[in-house]
């Protein structure tokens, strides 16, 4: 980890920057699978599964018998530990339930916003021997309490292909009523176009690979929804002399050994700390399996001290980093502080593991400094809100003047008439019978 | 307008398809001019403004002097209009204000999420005779509502290097601090990267020309945010036999003066409807300014007749217009069944036009079918909700088994020893004094 101790003001823009992640550069790889997936549909998804998964599919949707039973693979152990996360996950989720508004905003003029689930959705989990189950939780949980109508699985199959017990557990369990075996970005292609197999949904899910994240980008051009753009996956520890060196450790690594793009910072006021974490993080990564990963992470992190926890608060707005643990004394003023995090972790026992899993907070999360813009996924990403106005005869007459001249002075004249036939009728009979 | 009537239910896709909108196409005119903005900042800018707007700029920037008094040069009638449009898109939106969300998951567990609003915001209307004040009500007012800290505004200037001064007047009235004299693909790349004089911003919002809309995209993939995709601009009519005639005629123009690409849809259950309003947009059309734009959008335009209220409602959802007038009789019930919509206008008294200017709400919709998953432009736009998370050693200690067993099968040994570093934690001094 590159060590910078008291930067000058003026240098931190540079600091903060990131490594670009140029998800166009694989655009031209993944645009002939979207169009293959688009013309020939399910008979695309078999070749590619066959090509890409090593597996001759005979069906590409999982029997439901199949998912009903998925519990049955899965340790108990881990069914209640599932089952934690998800009541947690749902509690959470459940809290933050959009209400109507209601507003008569001049007489008679009535406006309302009403929040309706979004009617299909498509969720993508990628595979591999480490099942993402917490994914399909994260995702299909608040789907599942916004009721959304339709909500499907894509995942790739192993090279059996079976779907790990987990993620059909999982799925099970948060109302996913089917699963899909496909992988990488035809099933990306799949879900945004709709295949003989495959519905078509309004907005697609889940992370992945390069190739789903630029996939993603792709049909998001094409009208697809998508829930966030992609990027590089972080964490700050900010951390003061009551922090432990030993915690702070545990936590870098735990973001350093998903992914060698992942970069992580630690933002200290005490220069003391750096020596025990560098130690901390030498002795801690050894005994894991990624530790070829996490070096590699490392080598883009920073150790960064400044003066006071004021500065901290500020460089970390500046970096916005997606993950945030504020291992302070004061780290509830601090947290006050925070504007620009994806989520963040208060004081020494809340670990980043916490709202991977079971807290109930999402860990889907706006990468690299996405967050000054962005949500992570919440109860919102499966909502739109509408909006409907009645007017009555009176309501409309109060509001007449002022739209008729702002459409007029728009240059927009049938705007205008829209108001004036109305306001001009003459009314004779009652309005019911009126023709 | 092409008249179907009675279409079966399985040719209701085909009828419900609209144009593409191939942005993409160009974004080859528009790269360079990002690419030329990004290198060049104001140079670039001032070059632009000169090719494109013909006039030769000595500022980029307009003088607060000219904001302040921009309300001299409007008439005192159409401040009045301005007044009170934006005191209901203002009661409206402050209605809609999103609340901190706290939870205790599981004991001492505390997850909170919270509203932050984005800190910079750009936002961009289109120049021209035609001043689009009213955009400018209705991206700025909720802006200054979530308190965002920098609202800037992007238009272009006329010949004589002017903004129009009901532009300047909305822009001051609803909390713009800086207006630039920018226009075009050249105004997006300078909020997105920001110039010498032009600040770079986290989200852009606002509408133009299909060079605006994708350079929009572009920027987006580059990680700057955007309000809502672009499209074709829609409306249906949704008509039973108490509709009146003239008002759905009046309506259907009043978005079809806009722009000739614009599709509009007369869905009825009444037969007998179809004639008078044909006659209705004759006699109507004649005389707008904009008749010839009009008469291409009716081009592309439908009347649909189904059997029943109930196909209507199902066709709608279908279809999903961005704007949809319901004259019916029930109009409250029809709308309770409404799912897919941008914004929908109840009863004979709800014309298009309030919607677009003076009744609160927001007039950016999402185009084409977009309302299948997105929301139109609202308070949320101009917020991202964080997560916190707090959690006690107890609290800890009652979730670690289960986050340590998830992140153990999910093939994440860092994250598991995060959660174990902390529970095996001897307990020797009080937790402040520890190192």
Redesign the interface.
């Known amino acids: 980890m590159k060590i910078i101790k008291y930067p000058e003001r003026h240098d931190w823009h540079e600091i903060v920057e990131r490594p670009i992640v140029a998800?166009?550069k694989v655009f031209s790889l993944v645009l002939p699978v979207i169009q293959e997936v688009k013309e020939q549909g399910d008979k695309a998804l078999l070749r590619l599964t066959e090509e890409v998964d090593k597996v001759k599919l005979s069906s590409i949707e999982v029997s439901e018998s199949e998912i009903a039973q998925s519990g049955n693979d899965v340790p108990l152990?881990?069914k209640?530990?599932?089952e934690?996360?998800r009541?947690?996950i749902w509690?959470?989720h459940l809290?933050?339930m959009p209400n109507t508004?209601?507003?008569e905003?001049?007489p008679e003029?009535f406006?309302t916003?009403k929040s309706?689930a979004?009617?299909?959705v498509g969720l993508y989990v990628p595979g591999g021997?480490?099942?993402?189950?917490?994914a399909v939780l994260m995702l299909a949980i608040p789907a599942q309490i916004a009721e959304c109508k339709e909500i499907i699985l894509c995942t790739p199959p192993d090279e059996q292909g079976k779907i790990h017990p987990?993620i059909l557990y999982a799925a099970k369990i948060s109302g996913v009523k089917r699963v899909f075996k496909i992988g990488g970005a035809q099933a990306i292609a799949a879900m945004a176009y709709g295949t003989e197999s495959v519905p078509k949904v309004?907005?697609i899910f889940g992370q992945g690979n390069h190739l789903i994240n630029a996939a993603k980008?792709l049909v998001?051009?094409q009208?697809?929804?998508i829930d966030l753009?992609s990027?590089f996956s972080g964490l700050e520890v900010l951390a003061d002399?009551?922090?432990?060196?030993?915690?702070v450790a545990?936590?870098l690594?735990?973001q350093?050994?998903?992914c060698a793009d992942n970069q992580v910072i630690l933002l200290t006021t005490d220069e003391d700390?750096i020596t025990p974490v560098l130690e901390q993080i030498e002795m801690?990564i050894e005994?894991?399996?990624?530790k070829e990963i996490?070096r590699k992470s490392l080598e883009n992190s920073k150790i960064i001290v400044v003066k006071t926890i004021e500065q901290a608060v500020e460089f970390t707005n500046l970096y916005a980093p997606e993950h945030l643990i504020i291992a302070t004394?004061y780290?509830?003023g601090v947290?006050e502080g925070?504007?620009?995090?994806?989520?963040?972790?208060?004081?020494?026992?809340?670990?980043?593991?916490?709202?991977?899993?079971?807290?109930?907070?999402?860990h889907f999360l706006?990468a690299?400094?996405?967050?000054?813009?962005?949500?992570?996924v919440?109860i919102?990403s499966f909502?739109?809100?509408?909006?409907?106005?009645?007017?009555?005869?009176a309501?409309?007459s109060n509001?007449a003047?002022?739209?008729?001249?702002?459409?007029e002075?728009?240059?927009?004249?049938?705007?205008?008439?829209?108001?004036?036939?109305?306001i001009d009728?003459e009314i004779i009979k009652p309005?019911?019978e009126?023709?």
């Open positions: 998800t166009e152990q881990l209640q530990a599932i934690m996360a009541r947690n509690k959470f809290a933050q508004v209601e507003v905003t001049s003029v406006c916003q309706i979004i009617e299909k021997s480490a099942p993402s189950f917490s987990a309004y907005k980008q998001y051009l009208g697809t929804a753009p990027g002399k009551t922090a432990h060196p030993e915690f545990a936590d690594l735990a350093c050994e998903q700390i801690q005994k894991l399996p990624q996490a004394q780290y509830k947290a925070i504007v620009n995090a994806g989520s963040a972790y208060l004081g020494n026992y809340s670990p980043i593991s916490a709202g991977y899993y079971v807290s109930g907070t999402n706006p690299d400094s996405l967050s000054k813009a962005y949500s992570g919440n919102d909502f739109r809100k509408l909006t409907f106005q009645h007017l009555t005869r309501g409309l509001i003047n002022a739209a008729m001249l702002m459409a002075t728009e240059g927009f004249a049938a705007r205008c008439n829209a108001v004036k036939v109305r009728e309005e019911i009126r023709r």
